[in-house]
Nanobody
Framework: QVQLVESGGGLVQAGGSLKLSCAAS????????MNWYRQDIGNERELVAL???????IYADSVKGRFTISRDNGKNAFYLQMNSLKPEDTAVYYC???????????????WGQGTQVTVSS
């Protein structure tokens, strides 16, 4: 089994920055895709950013130029640096990863528990 634990959320003023972290633990062989989603009240969960093995990062149009996704393979962790935050970025942010894990060596998606990001105007 694999666990994803997020940290780094909080309250910030518009224009400020936050960095979210997602640490994976468990019977991990490799992490093939690492993704950040967010969901605000009344809205569907949306993909914010993703980074896959050997691929370029992909961002939602709403965060391009402001958010940066990165990974640390040695630590089985990935991050979301969020700059120039806006009130409309307020949401619960979830990390999600496609992980190859033992004993089956089959890829499976796992989710973190979510972390609240609130941007005040």
């Amino acid at each position: 089994q694999v666990q994803l634990v997020e940290s780094g959320g909080g309250l910030v003023q518009a224009g400020g920055s936050l960095k979210l972290s997602c640490a994976a633990s468990g019977s991990i062989v490799s992490m093939e895709s690492m993704n950040w989603y967010r969901q605000d009240i009344g809205n569907e969960r949306e993909l914010v950013a993703l980074i896959s093995t050997g691929g370029e990062p992909i961002y939602a149009d709403s965060v391009k130029g402001r958010f940066t996704i990165s990974r640390d393979n040695g630590k089985n962790a990935f991050y979301l640096q969020m700059n120039s935050l806006k009130p409309e970025d307020t949401a619960v942010y979830y990390c999600n990863a496609l992980v190859v894990c033992r004993p089956l060596y089959a890829p499976e998606y796992f989710w973190g528990q979510g972390t609240q990001v609130t941007v005040s105007s």
